[in-house]
């Protein structure tokens, strides 16, 4: 099965390297979590820059750099019922 085209909205599975893990020294996230893309960049030769932010079961410290998600969404993504949150402040980036 192709993988889709990369776009805003989409909730792939990523090895996600939160930024203390990179502060650490480490090069590669401990587990595939979902995540949100967040923008899509085509470059000039067509490769693409893909932004993600990470989902995660963890309550944001600061709940202003975090967005829930409602149950609805998180039914309709397959996701587990339990409370979720896109981190607003911590991204990744990767062609």
């Given at each position: 099965?192709?993988?889709?085209?990369?776009?805003?909205?989409?909730?792939?599975?990523?090895?996600?390297?939160?930024?203390?893990?990179?502060?650490?020294?480490?090069?590669?996230?401990?587990?595939?979590r979902p995540c949100a893309i967040i923008l899509v960049v085509k470059n000039d030769n067509d490769s693409r820059t893909v932004t993600v932010a990470p989902i995660t079961h963890i309550?944001?410290?600061?709940?202003?750099?975090?967005?829930?998600?409602?149950?609805?969404?998180?039914?309709?993504?397959?996701?587990?019922?339990?409370?979720?949150?896109?981190?607003?402040?911590?991204?990744?980036?990767?062609?």
């Amino acid at each position: 099965m192709a993988l889709p085209e990369p776009e805003f909205g989409l909730v792939i599975s990523y090895s996600y390297l939160w930024r203390n893990e990179y502060k650490a020294g480490k090069n590669e996230g401990l587990k595939n979590r979902p995540c949100a893309i967040i923008l899509v960049v085509k470059n000039d030769n067509d490769s693409r820059t893909v932004t993600v932010a990470p989902i995660t079961h963890i309550p944001p410290v600061d709940p202003a750099v975090a967005i829930e998600i409602p149950p609805k969404v998180k039914k309709h993504l397959g996701l587990d019922g339990e409370r979720l949150w896109i981190i607003l402040d911590d991204f990744n980036e990767f062609l």
